[in-house]
């Protein structure tokens, strides 16, 4: 079973344009969302995370909206450079769960022409 | 700042022969530890977790074992590999944010 669904599996845009990656969930348990940025041959870094308490969280060119009611997300990367080109994935975590336990999707592959 | 060191960056390795990876995490002191697989091109499952040393817990089971020696050090390891087992390994130190090592390149053959 899949709980946390991302769409689209692949995304190109061109340079200067918003990418718009979606993030959808099953449990509604699950009360924090870290966005985490893939370039191949490396570990995921960090992006940017809300919690469930939140509709919208912004850092700089990347802005998490999220939808509660309806469970899902949506990770907006403004003004879009080459260098964004890689594989975002969408995690989510328990309510109280001490362990930490992230729950990731499958990713979707940015890509950005000059 | 919280940096986390793994070791080896590669290795390939024979079908039924051992493993062991290794995984340091500096800036932090008692951190949750983690260890991921993620096949290529996959999404990252979560294979064990600790909170503290000397206790790990295993989230799936796939022929693997891990340890936490000390505070700030997590293994993970096998007495037999098996070609499934090909995949990039990465530790993630952290609780409310987990951050992530740069990974180890596993190939079985």
């Known amino acids: 079973q899949q709980q946390v669904r991302q769409s689209p599996q692949s995304l190109t845009v061109w340079e200067g344009e918003t990418a718009i990656l979606n993030c959808s969930y099953e449990?509604?348990?699950?009360?924090?969302f870290p966005w985490y940025q893939q370039f191949p041959g490396e570990g995921p870094a960090l992006l940017i995370a809300?919690?469930?308490?939140?509709d919208k969280k912004e850092d700089g060119r990347f802005t998490i909206f999220f939808n509660k009611r309806e469970k899902k997300l949506s990770l907006h990367i403004t003004d879009s450079q080459p260098g964004d080109s890689a594989t975002y994935f969408c995690a989510a975590r328990l309510t109280g769960a001490n362990t930490g336990k992230l729950t990731f999707g499958h990713g979707t592959i940015l890509r950005v022409h000059p | 700042a919280q940096t986390i060191h793994q070791w080896p960056v590669a290795e390939i390795k024979a079908v039924g022969s051992p493993l062991s990876l290794g995984c340091t995490i500096k800036g932090k002191s008692s951190p949750n530890l983690y260890w991921y697989w993620q096949a290529t091109g996959g999404t990252l499952q979560q294979l064990f977790y600790s909170i503290t040393v000397g206790q790990v817990e295993s989230v799936v089971q796939l022929n693997l074992s891990a340890s936490r020696p000390k505070d700030d050090q997590f293994i993970l390891s096998t007495e037999k590999l098996l070609l499934s087992h090909s995949g990039f390994y990465l530790c993630?130190?952290?609780?409310?944010?987990?951050?992530f090592g740069p990974g180890t390149r596993l190939l079985v053959l």
């Open positions: 809300i919690r469930s308490v939140s």
């Open positions: 993630a130190g952290g609780q409310d944010t987990q951050y």
């Open positions: 449990n509604s348990a699950f009360d924090y």
